[in-house]
């Protein structure tokens, strides 16, 4: 019997349903199809400071609707879900995590928990509009990055990404919401994320965006990997301080938005009539998010 892997994503978009919990399933899928899976969700945007000092403490803590007193009730709140995925069990666990933002103790929860990947997703929040909560967000993410945890940053989860390791991150006037293709520069085309050849010209990946803030920096630490025509910092893959990639990538696109989902956002008064044409376009994120699922597996062996 193969092992369970253990996943902590940053479930930020939990009010939105078919964005949240189904866009956490798009994410795990490929994962499932390899083995079965136990998903950590925390959402430091609701949490209390009490579950996160508990956390701390105690490592692994499973937390109650008292522990998330500012809970969005357009999704209910539930503590456990257990579903099949490829035949494997996949069990979703909400748990306390950490939000004083000291990397350190980040560390020690992080190996304490001992995840074998690490994604956030996206956000109604702006790292343009700075809450507290975000600083124990980016402390994890910086960490688990940097401690060679295959760690993926989706749209909000790629701004935060990069503004932890030193990114500059700027608010444009407008949304850009919208399928455009990613165009991959030497490193970008050759780098194990965009394994799969994409559906643009020339083998393009082709990727779903809805965003207003963007990155407009590189952090020092990493690789750009290709940009968008609206976006330059599209995509990026983080190094060691000894110039080894590491197993960690950001971007701004998000490649667990599914057709299907989109749709059934659209007829839950979830996005608008103008998003939902401009999302009309077929894209490659299901490719991205299988070879992510790769990498962690491959990390795993």
């Excluded at 949240?20 to 950590?40: D, F, K, M, T, Y």
């Excluded at 950001?250 to 999302?279: L, Y």
Aim: with cysteine.
């Amino acid at each position: 019997m193969s092992r369970v892997t253990r996943v902590i994503l940053i479930d930020l978009l939990v009010e939105r349903s078919e964005f949240g919990h189904g866009g956490n399933q798009e994410v795990i899928q490929p994962i499932a199809e390899r083995s079965a899976a136990e998903v950590l969700l925390v959402t430091p945007q609701m949490q209390s400071e009490e579950a996160g000092l508990r956390a701390q403490e105690q490592w692994l803590v499973g937390i109650s609707e008292n522990d998330v007193p500012n809970w969005d009730y357009e999704y209910p709140f539930w503590e456990e879900c257990r579903m099949e995925m490829h035949g494997n069990e996949v069990v979703f666990r909400r748990i306390a995590m950490p939000l004083h933002g000291d990397d350190e103790m980040t560390r020690d929860w992080v190996r304490s928990i001992g995840p074998d990947a690490v994604v956030c997703s996206g956000s109604r929040r702006n790292v343009t509009m700075w809450e507290e909560w975000m600083s124990g967000g980016g402390s994890l993410m910086r960490c688990s990055s940097r401690m060679g945890i295959p760690t993926l940053g989706i749209c909000f989860g790629h701004q935060l990404l990069c503004h932890a390791l030193g990114a500059s991150v700027e608010r444009a006037e407008s949304m850009s919401s919208g399928v455009w293709e990613l165009t991959l520069n030497s490193r970008g085309s050759s780098d194990e994320l965009f394994a799969s050849r994409g559906s643009g010209e020339g083998g393009a990946p082709v990727a779903l965006y809805s965003h207003q803030d963007h990155v407009t920096t590189v952090p020092e630490s990493c690789l750009l990997l290709g940009s968008a025509e609206h976006n330059r910092v599209t995509a990026v893959r983080v190094m060691g301080d000894n110039g080894r990639e590491l197993p960690a990538w950001g971007v701004q696109f998000h490649p667990e938005a599914a057709k299907a989902r989109v749709e059934r956002a659209f007829d839950w008064g979830h996005i608008s009539e103008e998003e939902m044409v401009a999302f009309q376009r077929e894209h490659d994120g299901a490719g991205v998010l299988n070879s992510f699922a790769s990498v962690v597996h491959a990390n795993i062996d």
